[in-house]
């Protein structure tokens, strides 16, 4: 796990003190060394938190053998011990894996990627081509951000790391900003800032003098299904396929760890790492004083069944004083409260080790979210006749506004609403933050055609046979890359942890992408197949309790002790173009009052003026 950056400029060949800069804005990326190339037209900058093999052989930029190519490396390719065995006529001066990434490239070219069972972002300077390669993983566990203009391109594991660069300027992005308000995140390939994108999940880019090409080495399809395979036979492979991805994801010459939610997905972690070593799993856990959002208990469980040496963290109100340390960390305009326990979960164990595993993509692999079932109810009312479907509408644009976790009259309304929309606005009404009339209150800017254009698109690509195929297609292309995988990142990256997934094995998702729909929610239970497979590994405690989720306690602090620091920053807000300052104290005003819960869409204003404040004032 590193940070990586550089630049490309045919024109005027970038100085080695531009990649001492881009290095040195992201010393909590890579703690134990800082390294730098410049040469031609070619700078990199590379920081090392060092996994793999710890000595001086590991650092990086790392230079080919022969001379032919240079790479900076950031991530983990999980089976690089097997490719490595493959590599006929290679000698290796490390452990590492990315000694082996750069031979691979050597032997297949692009084709590479195609071996690499990981997550990543990585370039190549081919000194042969004179030719710049970047890539990253299949499914976006690891950032890449870039800047192209004139034939000069600027690239980095942060925003910061391009900013560093003076021709590099930070402007707001409107028309991304407006989808953040949307989403709650910034969807791919915008950041919130002008003219910097991401590079997507499962891409690559070539760039020479010539230009830039972009391709896509990766998609999931959900095309192909195992109709013919019994409950039995899936849940072996399941079990199979789990257990070799989380033995891959231990593979490490430092502590791991795991982050334990008390949920299926971590206990089935917990209970793998436990079968899969000798010593007792260093386990961490993050509550609340509310007891609603708590899970200590549950955690508390797991950690007693598996004999872990277990961490616990209490989240409070003042725990929320680090939302400036947050925006910085994260970058991006980004609305997802969890963040917060996320980012000290990471802390406390920090002090311990430097992997963690966790939990993350059960939910998206196995229909885990209950927003699958309301879809389904939404469905079957959609089914009603026309006029009943516009009398539906037209009510619920009479009811309070407000998304998330809501009044029964709010539900009421997102329910109507959804009733009442196509295949795209009726899962948009259980994730989105805000639409429609909700924006139009706070926003007074440019407004695009269709707010949920990238969604669309994303239904557009769904290939699965039934609906629910189709909406966990669209979570893993949107909701996972741009949100919890953002989240996951940063949030560690803060702390130098290393935050490894099993759930994110790309030949695991393949898997879980071909399980039928009826096996993954049966009878209102989701993760049905996964329950099964690991039924005797979960405790009857965790098993039977509802679904939880990572929530934070939003809606009461914004009513209670963050009140006055929210007003603060919606009154600041209200001064920049295009928001209405009335508007922004209004939707404050009615959520203290208890007619409505906007906590999410609190939350996101407040993160956006912080962010206005550190990137764009700055």
Known sequence: MCGIGGKLDFETDPPAELGESMAACMPQRGPDQQGVYADGPVCLAFRRLAILDLTDAGAQPMHADDGSATIVFNGEVYNYQEIREDLDGYSFDSGTDTEV??????????????????????????????????????????????????????????????????????????????????????????????????????????????????????????????????????????????????????????????????????????????SLTDRSVETYSIGFDETAFDELEHARVVAEAYDTNHHEFTVTTDSATVLPELVEEFELPFGDPSALPTYYVAQVASDDITVALNGDAGDENFAGYDRYRYDRLAGLASRAPG??????????????????????????????????????ERYAEFICHALEDDLREVWQGPEHE?????????????????????????????????????????????????????FLDHKLVEFAASVPAEYKRRDGEGKWLLKRAFEAEIPEEVRNKPKQGFGVPITEWFRGELRGFAREHLERLGQREPFDRDALQGLLDEHVAGRADHGFRLWDLVWLELWYQRFIDD
Not at 404 to 424: I, K, N
Not at 473 to 479: A, K
Request: hydrophobic share 40%.
């Open 101 to 274: 990434v750069l031979a691979a490239y050597q032997e297949y070219g692009v084709d590479c990627l195609e071996r690499f069972r990981g997550m990543f972002a990585v370039a190549i300077w081919d000194h042969e081509r004179e030719r710049l390669f970047v890539a990253r993983d299949r499914l976006g566990q690891k950032p890449l951000f870039y800047r192209y203009d004139d034939g000069t391109l600027w690239f980095g594991s942060t925003i910061q790391t391009l900013l560093s660069d003076s021709a590099v300027e930070a402007e707001p992005d409107l028309p991304a900003i407006r989808e953040f308000l949307t989403y709650g995140y910034v969807p791919a390939p915008a950041t919130g800032f002008e003219g910097i994108a991401t590079l997507e999940p499962g891409h690559y880019m070539l760039v020479d003098e010539d230009g830039l090409e972009t391709e896509r080495y990766w998609s999931l399809s959900y095309a192909d299904q195992l109709d013919d395979a019994s409950p039995a036979s899936l849940a072996r492979r399941l079990r199979d396929e789990l257990r070799e991805s989380t033995r891959l994801r231990m593979r490490s010459d430092v502590p791991v760890g795991l982050f334990l939610s008390g949920g299926i997905d971590s206990t089935i972690v917990a209970a793998l790492m436990d």
């Open 387 to 424: 006029r009943l479907r516009e009398y539906a509408r037209d009510l619920a644009a009479d009811l309070p506004t407000g998304l998330q976790r809501q009044t029964p009259v709010q539900h009421g309304r997102r329910f109507l609403r959804a009733a009442a929309g196509d295949e795209v």
């Open 450 to 502: 269709d707010d949920l254009a990238r969604m669309r698109a994303a239904f557009d690509r769904a290939d699965g046979p039934t609906r629910l195929d189709r909406l966990l297609s669209v979570d893993i292309e949107t909701y996972l890359p741009d949100d919890l995988l953002v989240k996951a990142d940063r949030a560690t990256m803060a702390h130098s942890v290393e935050g490894r997934s099993p």
